[in-house]
T-cell receptor
């Protein structure tokens, strides 16, 4: 079967660093996505990892370990506007259907 | 268009009525998805269209749900005899190709409330 697990909620302080973890079990592997979703808005693309390692993109970085079925999203220099849900997602075998985790709701406090 | 659009943005209906939700994908995108998102929950896959291939309907929760995509562009999701548990945000997304590396671009969603 396919399953994606991520924490339900996290709280962090403005200016700090936060790491949001995701573990996945998929039939085959076709990469892993992270999306950001602000309340009442549609998800927007953050990152896509298909190879092991860390990919950095400004304040956001995403890490993947295929052997461990594990990924994390790292947010640095947190800003209030980073308060949102972060969705981990993995395409199934064939890449057609994407399985989404329930999302991690991040609260950034002053 | 510049992005994925959906209409209506909000729909309130009475239990037992039929509703139609519309999605206009990004021009030229061959793949189109429908998802349902209940309050505070993740995205639940409903249906997937890719070009002229038969759609993947494996996520539709019951036979009250159906969707079509006309001319490989606009899609309509129809819910018949709506129930209160159908209340959710219905999101549409499109993708340029069937490749797994391509991201999906989401529309703003239709918030459906069944009274």
């Amino acid at each position: 079967g396919q399953n994606i697990d991520q924490p339900t909620e996290m709280t962090a302080t403005e200016g700090a660093i936060v790491q949001i973890n995701c573990t996945y079990q998929t039939s085959g592997f076709n990469g892993l996505f992270w999306y950001q979703q602000h309340a009442g808005e549609a998800p927007t693309f953050l990152s896509y990892n298909v190879l092991d390692g860390l990919e950095e993109k400004g304040r956001f970085s995403s890490f993947l370990s295929r052997s461990k079925g594990y990924s994390y999203l790292l947010l640095k220099e947190l800003q209030m506007k980073d308060s949102a849900s972060y969705l981990c997602a993995a395409p199934n075998t064939g890449g057609f259907k994407t399985i989404f985790g329930a999302g991690t709701r991040l609260f950034v406090k002053a | 268009g510049a992005g994925v659009s959906q209409s209506p943005s909000n729909k309130v209906t009475e239990k037992g009525k039929d509703v139609e939700l519309r999605c206009d994908p990004i021009s030229g995108h061959t793949a189109l998805y429908w998802y349902r998102q209940s309050l505070g929950q993740g995205l639940e896959f409903l249906i997937y269209f890719q070009g002229n291939s038969a759609p993947d309907k494996s996520g539709l929760p019951s036979d009250r749900f159906s969707a079509e995509r006309t001319g490989g562009s606009v899609s309509t999701l129809t819910i018949q005899r709506t129930q209160q548990e159908d209340s959710a945000v219905y999101l549409c997304a499109s993708k340029g190709t069937s490749g797994s590396a391509d991201t999906q671009y989401f529309g703003p969603g239709t918030r459906l409330t069944v009274l």
